[in-house]
């Protein structure tokens, strides 16, 4: 039998919001050191959840499944169902029986009825407790088939200078690689841009020290290395790796068995700062970034099964993968990393490749709040690639005015919350941009440009929170919604009223209104406090500095338009000829060189 998904359970290091993982009636227990449920009599556990449920639709389009199988391991008394949730009609209890479970042996249940193309919809088990007390120790779904040929699947890390981070990552992917049944066919790769990390080789774990190119050159290595080391997949992974190691296990199954070779696993994201909430499960481009399911409240069976029937549909042509956790096949890449540094490479390479993506329940990477991050570099790294994505590809294809409409909703959402360090940044980056792709290939290290941003930055700048004037004074943030939002536009946030220093709010905001312009509005001075609550910042609203933007972004306008076709072009051939494997591997010679090197030394030794 091969295992298609196993039962998760809670984990302390990763998330503990146990209604993800199952939904209890009564008294059920759950031992976190044995990872096994204590259910008393009369007592019901629903694995109908996020990590738990299986998405038949989704498995049976995209795998050629002849069988497939529920297993639930326990012992005691209980009634077993399994529940086949369907999209727009009522939900069925396909099977319900009576079974006395025994330690040892699998209690299984044929599915096979199920399995094959124009079976859809969602399942999931139910057990309820008949015997006085019924222990459940673990579950999965299998099916009797196999793969005609088994994937070569490199794991490959990017770190710089999270040395503990990536050390916990590498002894946790070993661990699990000791268990995994196809763990000969699963290596881990470490591109360690920082050079700090001293992570040792083994037969599972190869490092490679890399030069700081930021995470577009850090993948880009690690996808030179999986191709001559011949694996057929690749898998890009944060060094944290904030998620269930079951991840490589559901995605190293589907890509085995998958009908269309293009098939891609990306990963889906929740927000460290509400674990209970869906951030993006899968996201498309068009303009700007946009996650699908944002918001999901995984906590409901309703909502998780409304979320997994929309991602069983067919998707956006402008569909793409982060980095955090992607896997692909490495035949399907016509177009190796375009040199961004970091943000937007994983865009674009979901973009120029011909990958079908897909997501699957349970495969998920937790990661700080977006919002959190964000800083005058987040925001100059996101303008340009945003503009050079439009550059390139056909199907994003704007006018001149379309795509710079792109630079001034960026600029004028940071000048609107008197993020003007924030907006100079995003002038930057769109004048940078107009120099042509030779900028990304003369500047792949970022460094001149990360100094210089970090030069402007001085109001915006986290202090302690005890040096800050946190008094608040709030008369026009009172206003009904509406009429503030009006009020907030037609005045461009006070910044065309006279005086508005003197009578606009004075505001404290939290993390989750950072990245916000509505709670900006009626504000003349703003205190932004991060989520422990222990820093912040403060902007005051300049008119002087909103209109010398202002000008400056109408003329940078007016020059991006009269070069845009022929900046258009060159992006084109440009993106073309710099997203070669031949240009990586010219970029990362030096690297590579030392790294055979040494391996020929270690061999020598040995």
Not at 191 to 215: E, M, Q, R, T
Not at 244 to 273: C, Q
Request: aromatic content about 12%; overall charge neutral.
């Amino acid at each position: 039998m091969l295992t298609l998904q196993n039962f998760i359970t809670p984990e302390r290091e990763i998330c503990t919001e146990h209604m993800l993982y199952y939904h209890a009636d009564g008294a059920v227990g759950y031992s976190q050191s044995t990872e096994s449920y204590l259910l008393p009599r009369g007592s019901r556990i629903c694995f109908g959840t996020y990590f738990n449920l299986f998405n038949l639709g989704k498995w049976n389009a995209s795998c050629d499944l002849g069988s497939l199988f529920a297993e639930l391991s326990g012992s005691g008394k209980a009634e077993i169902k399994i529940i086949q949730a369907h999209p727009n009609r009522s939900w069925d209890v396909v099977y319900s029986e009576i079974a006395e479970l025994q330690d040892g042996t699998p209690f299984q249940i044929d599915l096979s009825e199920f399995s094959g193309k124009g079976n859809d919809g969602l399942l999931y088990l139910e057990v309820i407790a008949l015997g006085d007390e019924v222990t459940l120790t673990g579950g999965r779904f299998a099916t009797a088939d196999q793969p005609a040929a088994w994937p070569r699947l490199a794991v490959s890390i990017t770190t710089f200078k999270r040395e503990n981070d990536v050390r916990r990552t590498v002894a946790r992917l070993e661990d699990f690689l000791k268990a995994f049944e196809h763990r000969d066919q699963l290596h881990v790769q470490v591109v360690d841009n920082g050079k700090s990390a001293d992570i040792p080789a083994s037969d599972k774990v190869s490092p490679y020290p890399n030069s700081n190119l930021g995470g577009a050159g850090g993948f880009a290595r690690g996808l030179l290395e999986a191709e001559k080391g011949g694996f057929t997949h690749c898998l890009f992974m944060d060094d944290d790796a904030s998620f269930h190691m079951e991840n490589l296990a559901r995605t190293y199954i589907f890509l085995a068995l998958t009908k269309d070779p293009n098939t891609a696993v990306s990963g889906a994201m929740i927000n460290n700062t509400h674990k209970w909430a869906m951030w993006e499960n899968g996201a498309y481009f068009d303009g700007s970034c946009h996650p699908l399911q944002n918001g999901t409240d995984l906590r409901e069976l309703e909502q998780v099964a409304q979320m997994e029937f929309e991602s069983a549909r067919p998707q956006s042509k402008t569909l793409y993968g982060g980095w955090w956790f992607f896997a692909f096949p490495i035949k399907s890449v016509s177009h190796h990393p375009f040199p961004f540094f970091v943000r937007g490479d994983d865009i674009s390479f979901s973009l120029a490749n011909d990958f079908k993506i897909v997501t699957i329940s349970g495969v998920v990477s937790f990661q700080d709040d977006f919002t959190e991050k964000e800083s005058a570099q987040t925001l100059y790294l996101d303008l340009r690639n945003h503009l050079m994505h439009h550059l390139v590809f056909e199907r994003l294809n704007r006018s001149a005015i379309g795509t710079a409409k792109i630079a001034i909703r960026f600029m004028m959402r940071s000048m609107l919350r008197f993020k003007y360090e924030s907006a100079e940044a995003q002038l930057l980056a769109w004048h940078d941009v107009m120099k042509g792709p030779e900028f990304f290939d003369e500047n792949i290290d970022m460094s001149e440009r990360r100094a210089r941003i970090k030069s402007l930055v001085k109001d915006e700048a986290w202090r302690e929170i005890d040096v800050l004037d946190a008094r608040e004074r709030r008369r026009f943030s009172k206003m009904p919604r509406r009429l503030r939002h009006y009020f907030g536009l037609f005045t461009l946030n006070g910044h065309l009223i006279p005086f508005w220093n003197r009578i606009g709010d004075r505001k404290v905001l939290n993390i989750g209104d950072r990245g916000l312009v509505f709670p900006a509005f009626g504000g003349a001075r703003l205190t932004y406090i991060n989520t422990q609550r222990d820093k912040g910042y403060v902007v005051t609203q300049s008119k002087a500095k909103f209109f010398s933007l202002a000008w400056r972004m109408f003329t940078t306008l007016l020059a991006f338009r009269r070069s845009y076709s022929a900046l258009q072009a060159a992006y084109r051939k440009g993106y073309d000829e710099m997203t070669t494997q031949s240009y990586w591997q010219q970029t990362l010679a030096d690297d590579m060189a030392a790294a055979d090197a040494g391996k020929e030394a270690a061999v020598q030794t040995d």
